[in-house]
């Protein structure tokens, strides 16, 4: 017989609930380099390149690291980045991804088409100003933050409704990534941005609880 003093209590170990629904966002490979003469193609109003060779590479190694994971669902965005990155994973275990036009990246207005990673790269007076005040919508044109906030949770909220009990391989863009992780919990919109091209984040949702497992995992892409 076992007395109160006898008795051991480990340490708790998460386990989420049989309803949550595991949300692994996934950001693209890298993309191809952007050029002065050669502005991305738009769709919707937004830069759409393609993954550079080392992007590719990302891919597969993101491929190799879920394929033994029980994935439900997979995601994408409109912006082609996400789908060539998806594309590895969906062969392997024989899935269709699916579109969420909410989850493409950010708008960036009059510095779309690789005009971002120029000026961020120039030391631009804006792109200061963007990290300082930690507003994508400093720039010109660009999509106002609130707005892009709003997208981002009623995205997630759609997935994690339509996917109880599921795990999902979302795969998005960095800008994205923070504002889920920003939104999760409730800290400043850019503490999250910087997520790695190929990482992987994870969210866990009950109902209205979104917690953070993990940013920015790339112990796939080393070695």
Do not use: C
């Amino acid at each position: 017989m076992t007395t109160d003093e006898q008795r051991e209590y480990r340490q708790f170990r998460f386990q989420p609930p049989p309803e949550a629904t595991r949300v692994l966002l996934v950001r693209h490979g890298e993309s191809a380099p952007a050029r002065p003469d050669s502005p991305f193609p738009l769709v919707g109003g937004q830069g759409d390149p393609e993954l550079a060779p080392e992007g590719r590479a990302q891919a597969e190694r993101v491929g190799n690291r879920l394929a033994t994971e029980p994935i439900d669902a997979i995601y994408v965005t409109p912006l082609r980045r996400t789908a060539e990155t998806a594309a590895p994973l969906a062969e392997r275990l024989g899935l269709r991804p699916s579109v969420e036009e909410d989850l493409r990246e950010v708008h960036l207005g009059e510095w779309e088409g690789g005009l971002y990673r120029k000026h961020l790269a120039d030391g631009h007076p804006l792109a200061q100003r963007l990290r300082a005040e930690q507003r994508w919508d400093v720039i010109p044109g660009a999509e106002r933050a609130e707005a892009f906030a709003a997208r981002v949770r009623g995205a997630v909220e759609r997935l994690a409704a339509a996917h109880r009990g599921h795990r999902l391989a979302v795969f998005t863009h960095g800008g994205v990534i923070g504002q889920a992780l920003a939104l999760a919990t409730d800290s400043r919109p850019f503490a999250f941005i910087g997520a790695d091209n190929g990482s992987i984040s994870e969210l866990v949702i009950v109902g209205e609880t979104w917690i953070v497992r993990r940013f920015n995992d790339t112990a796939h892409l080393t070695g």
